[in-house]
């Protein structure tokens, strides 16, 4: 499945509290555990913070509960998205008071559960007794003041092992992990079940579904049919889809735009694709349902995340190959890259070693993800693959086996800001530009799936981390490498 949760793939559980609780939610450490290092200030807007710090850390759905009576508006409360987000995240650690006045606080936290670190605004009314009119949660890229050392090879791989460890005792991860440096392993790992119901463990040759991660075998596609010749990128899509149904992305909509998430192009991702989720079984059958939609923005005006825009582009291989999306991917960069275990058959057809996905999404407890598949993963997303043939992948590219090196730095070198603070290229994400530890990839989640793949072009590294659980299972992992990967 394409990835609905895109938008959240480095802010981790952060951004995805935004989504459960309207903004209206965050989540923390209790003030009072803090207040040793950090004194909260007793003002209005202080007093309210720690009250609902504490409400959200207890982890008790009755003091959430309770919470409700301090706003204006208790219906923004949202208690059940609050308490399962809390649950997900383990509560926040209270790191710096930034802004203090009577009726407004704000505060920066770190999630106990990843590294991710997040601002939190409160503000109140001035007269008794002072209900609070806002919530604001905001992740933000992890201050300065709180970088975290970058350790050995050696220390590294026991930190991540001992991480790996404590959370599949807590069934915060079920996957496999692999990091290599200069193309081969220093670490491998999996964990947890592939299928709870038969008890088959998880294992290096494992499939999980992706996601988004996709996505880049997409983007690498149109690279190649552009070194070929066959594609310009400036080009509207419309020269290629000549028969698109709405006329202004057929004409004003670009390839490069399609590729950077700029074109206006939208989701499919709602009701339209709930009612119709077995019905789609070609890229074709997406354009049907989707294809008279006019761009949502001015083409080129802004970065949003479009799955449906990597949906088209799979269309435009299809139209200029001649050939399926599946089959020009199987022949031009599965089969190139040695990748044996990745592919995208629909979901009715038995695929050995793929795992079952399990999601707690709109419940209390774990439960297959299967009423939320589509028919089959599309050129946006929602294939299978293994953190192997992840790596052999990430080594064809860098080593120029499926493009050349001037379209492999194009196609990986960021084009435009996102929301999330690094760049957006073709299909990758490009953080830490001129640097050292630049490294760009792809993420990938949705219910019971989540994954990320990341490439160190100077340091020599790659990080694929694959899980059947729900975001931010993957991501926190790799994001915990990240942040501690030596420079050299």
């Known amino acids: 499945m394409a990835n609905r949760w895109q938008t959240f793939k480095r802010s981790t559980g952060v951004a995805l509290a935004l989504a459960i609780v309207g903004c209206t939610l965050g989540h923390a450490r209790t003030a009072e555990a803090q207040s040793a290092t950090i004194d909260v200030p007793k003002t209005p807007a202080g007093e309210q913070f720690s009250a609902w710090f504490a409400a959200f850390n207890s982890g008790e759905r009755a003091q959430l509960e309770s919470f409700r009576s301090h706003f204006l508006k208790p219906e923004e409360h949202k208690v059940d998205g609050a308490f399962a987000f809390r649950q997900q995240v383990g509560g926040f ?64 791989v026991a930190a991540l092992r001992l991480r790996l460890e404590k959370d599949a005792a807590a069934d915060k991860f079920a996957g496999a992990v692999l990091l290599a440096k200069d193309g081969k392993p220093i670490f491998t790992g999996a964990y947890g079940m592939a299928d709870r119901e038969k008890k088959i463990p998880n294992t290096q040759t494992t499939k999980f579904r992706i996601g988004s991660m996709n996505k880049m075998f997409t983007a690498v596609s149109i690279l190649q049919l552009v070194e070929a010749g066959k594609i310009s990128l400036g080009d509207p899509v419309g020269k290629y889809l000549a028969d698109y149904p709405n006329k202004d992305i057929a004409t004003k909509v670009t390839i490069y735009q399609l590729l950077t998430h700029t074109g206006g192009t939208g989701d499919f991702f709602g009701p339209q694709f709930d009612a119709h989720r077995l019905e789609l079984k070609t890229l074709g059958d997406y354009i049907k349902l989707y294809g008279e939609r006019a761009p949502e923005f001015e083409p080129g005006s802004r970065w949003e995340y479009s799955n449906y825009g990597f949906l088209m582009l799979g269309v435009v291989v299809e139209r200029v190959s001649g050939k399926s999306y599946y089959d020009y991917v199987s022949e031009n960069i599965y089969k190139p890259a040695g990748m044996t275990s990745t592919g995208s058959l629909p979901e009715d057809q038995d695929v050995p070693n793929r795992s079952v996905g399990y999601t707690q999404f709109g419940g209390d407890s774990l439960r297959p993800n299967t009423d939320t598949l589509p ?114």
């Open 93 to 156: 650690d209270l790191k710096k008071i930034e802004e203090s006045g009577l009726t407004k606080l704000s505060v920066l936290v770190e999630e106990r559960n990843s590294d991710q670190f997040a601002r939190i605004t409160i503000e109140v009314e001035p007269a008794d007794p002072h209900k609070v009119t806002r919530i604001d949660l905001r992740a933000i890229d992890r201050p300065a003041e709180f970088a975290l050392p970058r350790l050995s090879q050696p220390d590294l």
């Open 375 to 488: 028919y089959r993963g599309t050129s946006a997303g929602g294939g299978y693959c293994t953190v192997e043939d992840f790596l052999r992948f990430a080594n064809a590219l860098t080593g120029h086996q499926l493009l050349n090196a001037q379209n492999t730095d194009l196609l990986s070198s960021g084009k435009v800001d996102t929301t999330r603070g690094a760049k957006y290229a073709f299909g990758f994400m490009d953080s830490d530009a001129g640097t050292a530890m630049r490294h760009f990839g792809h993420g990938g989640g949705a219910p019971g799936m989540n994954g990320d793949l990341q490439i160190f072009p100077q340091a020599g590294y790659v990080i694929v981390v694959l899980s059947n659980l729900d975001p931010p299972a993957a991501t926190r992992i790799s994001d915990f490498i990240v942040n501690r990967l030596p420079a050299s």
